[in-house]
């Protein structure tokens, strides 16, 4: 099975910050890469597919990036509605598989 | 607008058995692959079962669930369930249902808003 770890695991930041969040595979997945948001007591959000396509409706602060094993989601500009946990998934089979998430807390 | 609406969770004994729905609305659910996935207390997401288009060919398991949870979809009623036997207190979880991106995950777009299942004697 493929592993999934990202990186931190919590972070504070500020209103208006820039935020990178790292997530890394344990081997090689190509593109089948997505990330979700997630708040406390709800479902979680599908944020960006394929690395690096956003979802429709997702705010383009949001990006995403990398190839291979490793790879990012930036978060430009923080707004107050992004502080929550966020996970990577692979899907380059199955199973599939979650980062560990991070939560992005208001410093 | 796409809506995914989970029934069937409750409280259950260990060894018993519950049957998860997943109605969906707003998309053509007959073309579209579907998954269910898991969240314990405190745990990250964990994904639990998927079906393609056809049934029962295109069925997947995590190793956790083989052999004990069974999903299944019903085109005509535009539901996909997860049937679970044999349920043990590691079940114990939030159980979501998500709409895959065409024919298979492909990262997924859509969720439900979960389910509880309690596993407890």
């Known amino acids: 099975d493929i592993q999934m770890t990202q990186s931190p695991s919590s972070l504070s930041a500020s209103v208006g910050d820039t935020v990178t969040i790292t997530c890394r595979a344990s081997?090689?997945?190509?593109?089948?890469l997505a990330w979700f948001q997630q708040k406390p007591g709800k479902a979680p959000k599908s944020l960006i597919y394929?690395?690096?396509n956003l979802q429709s409706g997702v705010p383009s602060r949001f990006s995403g990036g990398g190839s291979g094993t490793e790879f990012t989601l930036t978060i430009s500009s923080l707004q107050p509605e992004d502080f929550a946990t966020y996970y990577c998934?692979?899907?380059?089979?199955?199973?599939?598989?979650f980062g560990g998430g991070t939560k992005v807390e208001i410093k | 607008e796409v809506q995914l609406l989970e029934s069937g969770g409750g409280l259950v004994q260990p060894g018993g058995s519950l049957r998860l729905s997943c109605a969906a609305s707003?998309?053509?659910?007959?073309?579209?692959?579907m998954s269910w996935f898991r969240q314990a207390p405190g745990k990250r997401l964990e994904w639990v079962s998927s079906v393609g288009i056809n049934t029962p060919t295109n069925t997947y398991y995590a190793d956790s669930v083989r052999g004990r949870f069974t999903i299944s979809r019903d085109n005509s009623k535009n539901t996909v369930y997860l049937h679970m036997n044999s349920l043990r207190a590691d079940d114990t979880a939030v159980y979501f249902c998500a709409k895959g991106r065409g024919s298979g995950w492909n990262g997924g777009d859509c969720w439900g808003q979960g389910t509880l299942v309690t596993v407890s004697s």
């Open positions: 394929g690395v690096s």
């Open positions: 707003g998309f053509t659910f007959s073309s579209s692959a």
């Open positions: 081997q090689g997945i190509s593109n089948y």
């Open positions: 998934q692979h899907y380059n089979d199955y199973p599939l598989t």
